[in-house]
Each structure stands twice: as C-alpha cells, then as structure tokens.
C-alpha cells in the first residue's frame, strides 16, 4: 500500500483563460490569446479560440458538486487579471461577484481553492504598452495581486503568483509558441527577469497585508539529465538547468539569483536591465511553498558546433537529446518518465532547504479518446491510471526519503481548452461534449481517483 501525508491535496488544476469561457463578456477585456486568435486564427485549431472553453463562468456550481462527487479534496485555478481589472485600475463587480460565488461554491463541497494571478493571459491593455518587457508591467501585477488578495484573501488561504513563468518567456520570445511570437534572447531575459519582480512585489504586498495563509509560485520542472558523461554534456545539462531550472527556484526560494548564472548572461551580455532596490526585494520576499508541473524530462547534450561571439539562442548552450529507450506520450510528443518525479522530490529536499511543495500539475493529454468509450459511454482511460500510478509511486518515494510534499494536482478535471491546440488532447477526468452544452461524463480514471483521494493512498 503507498500511503501519503495526513491532509494530504488531492486534486486538479486549470486555468481561467482554459476553463471560464465568456472571453469577451462580463466585462472582460481582451488578453493576448483573445487578439491572437482575432489576428491570426490559422495558428488556432479550427473553431477553437478563447472565447467559449469550457464554460465554467455558468456552471461552477455543477462542476464544484462533480469535484465532490470524485472526491477531490482542492482544486488550482486562476483569476482573470483582464476580468478583475478591465483597464488595470477600476475593479470589475461583476468579477467579484462571480469569484466570490465561485470560492464560496468550492468551500461548500469541502474543496480547498488554490488561487493563482496569472497564467499566461497578459491584458491586452498591457501588452500594448510592452508586456512583460516594460517595467510598467511590475506594479501593475503587484497592485492586481494586492487587489485579489484584499478582496478574496478571507475565502483564500493558498495563493501563487504565476504558473510557469518561463513559458511565457519562452515561447513569446525565443520560439514562437505564445504572442508576441519573437525571438529575441536578450528580451526573453528581460521578460524573465520582470516576471520575477512582479512576483516578488505581490509576495510584498501580501505579506504587508498580514492575512492569515500562505504564498507561493508554481514553477514547470524538467529534470535536466545529460546525453554522457563528457565534459561538453556535463557543462550543457549545467547551463540548461541554470537557465531552465535555477534561473526562477533560486531566487524565490532562496532570495537570490545562481552566481554561475549571472555570470553566463554577462559573458553573453544578456544580463537584464535592474533597478536600485532589487535584490534586496527578492531577498526579503521568499515564498511559503512552491508548485511544480512535472510532464517530462530534459535530456540535453552539447551543442554540435562551438560558439562563436555572444549567444543568440538557449541552443547555443545546449541542445536536445533523445535517449533511445525513452518511452512516449506519442499524442502530445513528450516523454513519459516518472522516474524524474523522485529526482524532483530530492532536489527541493537537498537543495532548497526542504521547503514545503506539492505536485501542481502532473497529467497524460491523449486524442481521440472516444475510441476507448465503453458501450455504457464511459472512456476506459487506464492509461491515465497508469500515468498517475507510476508517478505516484515515485512520488511516495520521494516522501519516504524525506521530501516535504503535500500534495497532488493533475492537469486536468474537466477536459479544458488547450491554447494553439483546442480541444485536441484530452486530460479531463470528466470529457466534456463541445456537441452537446458542454456536457460533462466521468472517465474511468475519475471513479479511480475517488479511491485514491478516500484512500489517502493505493495499492
């Protein structure tokens, strides 16, 4: 039997943008995904934007029953920033209505809301003054987060920041995955590094307030292992970890940005512009715990040719590496190794001083899955089971060794739009009918995380 922690969370997590739906309603104001999808559709699956997802604006009371009803114990989502503030300053009342009534639903069916601000929906408004790479962008975040804490703080004890910082930095200026679509490492740097302040400011403004919970930030973690053991792969699988892994755990955690990677930006001129007062704020202002989404490992090696000059592109420092028994999530092209969870598990024991953490996200997206619909209308996903099983299992390991894990989040609980694309992978332990008003059917994996929810455990 694997049995977890006393109060251990078991639960799932979304997001406003994939699950709320109304993207231009309520008096909501665009996001970068809302003139995306106006501007350039053809990057979108067909007929699948932001605007209608998964509908929960009108049926967050349903839904908080059928999270019951597998008795998931917490649940993690986001609130709008372009919903709560429409232009930044003036607070949106039918947002507050719709927010409070949501917490208050999900208390009633005994399940612990996890707030998040900000999950890649940079406001429109915003965006247009430079996003991420504006300073301006600082306070903005740290006086939404200050207003979300005061108007919500008494329904909410556990909050985060940002979920996955570094996608947005990623794929918005190096590959061209998110709007603006750029590349352009210098910038990258300093989205990264204004991203960190505005979490440090809202870690600031929470704490000033003096409520009575916890603050943290939600962080995707891909352990890095390298292609060898030769001394290029070793110094690759270094850098793609400072740059990856270090560059947001150190300073958040620990106060302070890695030495070592500071010192490879400035090699580079890649450091980001900084203002007096900084690194003080960072070192005063770490968080309660950390969330890590945990999908898939980085396996690196050194690039093929030397560089030459400054870098211009993480591929300078190292590039991918597929490992010959690797085993495949063939619909999302991620790598399936759990083994990794346990490598996480250590690493913020050893590392970070142990600091309190749960798994925030950890899920299998699979295609077409009425294909493994029963002749009652049931999805048979065992390989979901499967997936959460041996994850688990590595996790249970990490617990008995001494890491301070509490809890477990997959991605997702109703199947959620999945920003370019849609619909097309499911991750839902309820698929939802996009044919039939957004009808929810529980999965086999739902009726097998009720037990293991009432069974703190499994066998």
């Given amino acids: 039997m694997y049995k977890f922690p006393e109060n251990f969370l078991w639960g799932a997590a979304t997001s406003a943008p994939q699950s709320e739906g109304h993207g231009s309603k309520n008096g909501k104001t665009p996001t970068t995904w809302d003139k995306w999808y106006e501007l350039s559709p053809d990057k979108f699956t067909p007929n699948q934007g932001p605007e209608t997802t998964s509908n929960m604006y009108n049926m967050y009371k349903e839904d908080a029953k059928l999270m019951s009803d597998i008795s998931m114990n917490s649940f993690r989502t986001s609130i709008s920033w372009a919903r709560l503030l429409p232009d930044g300053k003036t607070v949106n009342e039918e947002a ?9 639903e999900l208390l009633k069916n005994n399940v612990k809301p996890v707030i998040n601000l900000f999950h890649f929906d940079m406001p429109w408004w915003l965006m247009e ?35 996955e910082p570094i996608v947005h930095v990623e794929c918005g200026y190096l590959y061209g995955y998110h709007y603006p679509a750029i590349h352009d490492f210098k910038k990258a740097i300093q989205v990264g590094y204004n991203t960190i302040m505005a979490h440090t400011k809202a870690v600031a403004a929470y704490k000033e307030l003096k409520q009575e919970g916890k603050i943290g930030i939600i962080l995707n973690v891909s352990p890095c292992y390298s292609r060898g053991e030769t001394e290029g792969d070793a110094l690759a699988a270094k850098q793609a970890d400072l740059l990856n892994t270090k560059s947001f755990l150190d300073p958040v955690v620990l106060g302070e940005f890695p030495v070592e990677l500071k010192e490879l930006l400035a090699a580079n001129d890649l450091l980001p512009e900084t203002v007096a007062g900084d690194k003080e704020l960072i070192a005063e202002n770490k968080v309660d715990f950390i969330g890590l989404n945990y999908y898939q490992p980085r396996r690196v090696q050194e690039p093929k040719e030397k560089l030459v000059g400054n870098a211009t592109d ?21 790598e399936i190794y759990p083994e990794a969870l346990y490598d996480v598990a250590i690493m913020m024991k050893e590392d970070y001083g142990n600091i309190p953490w749960f798994v925030s996200e950890n899920g299998m997206g699979v295609a077409q899955e009425e294909r493994f619909m029963d002749e009652s209308g049931q999805i048979q996903d065992d390989y979901r089971i499967e997936f959460m099983m041996d994850h688990l299992k590595e996790l249970h390991k990490g617990i008995e060794a001494g890491s301070n894990c509490f809890g477990y989040h997959t991605w997702t609980f109703i199947d959620c739009w999945s920003w370019l694309n849609g619909y097309t992978n499911r991750y839902g332990f309820y698929r939802m009918d996009l044919d039939n008003n957004f009808e929810r059917t529980l999965k086999k994996s739902g009726i097998w995380f009720k037990e293991l929810s009432e069974n703190n455990g499994f066998n």
């Fill in 96 to 104: 507050v209505t719709f927010y409070r009534e949501y917490f208050a």
């Fill in 314 to 334: 993480p591929s300078d420092f190292y590039i991918p590496y597929i490992w010959p028994e690797r085993k495949m999530n063939e619909y999302r092209g991620w």
């Fill in 129 to 163: 003054k430079g996003g991420w790479e504006a300073r301006e962008s600082v306070d903005a975040f740290a006086f939404y987060a200050k207003t979300a804490f005061e108007l919500f703080g008494d329904q909410v004890d556990t909050w985060a920041t940002f979920n």
